[in-house]
């Protein structure tokens, strides 16, 4: 079992950048898959399936990203100090959402395509707010 805490999160206007941060503890953190998803305002946080994987890391080091992020956001991993990190730049006010960490055995590299299926562990979030 891994533990992840999200941080990074705040408000920043539209165009700005703001980069997240998820800290790994637990000794599977270095062969999970990790990645990053979103919960846009008016939906049930509580409903873990609605969100939307926008980025993964996986534990060869390849990356994947949803359409929405492509190019604007990128995925990176500290494997020395298991972290993971979302760089996000030219925001946009449809990237507001509280942003989730999560990891698991297997991610699939089509991270938009994550149908729901229970994760072996999900951060807390973090606000992420565009204005």
């Known amino acids: 079992e891994v533990q992840l805490e999200e941080s990074g999160g705040g408000s920043v206007q539209v165009g700005g950048s703001l980069r997240l941060s998820c800290t790994c503890s637990?000794?599977?953190?270095?062969?999970?898959?990790m990645g990053w998803f979103r919960h846009a305002p008016g939906k049930e946080h509580e409903e873990i399936a609605v969100?939307?994987?926008?980025?993964?890391?996986?534990?060869?080091?390849?990356?994947g990203y949803a359409s929405s992020v492509k190019g604007r956001f990128t995925i990176s991993k500290d494997n020395a100090m298991n972290t993971l990190h979302l760089q996000m730049n030219s925001l946009k006010p449809e990237d507001t959402a509280m942003y989730y960490c999560?990891?698991?055995?297997?991610?699939?590299?089509?991270?938009?395509?994550?149908?729901?299926?229970?994760?072996?562990?999900w951060g807390q979030g973090t606000q992420v707010t565009v204005s």
């Open positions: 637990g000794y599977r953190c270095s062969t999970y898959d």
């Open positions: 969100r939307e994987g926008i980025a993964v890391i996986k534990s060869d080091g390849s990356t």
């Open positions: 999560a990891a698991d055995p297997i991610l699939p590299v089509k991270i938009s395509m994550w149908n729901g299926r229970p994760l072996e562990s």
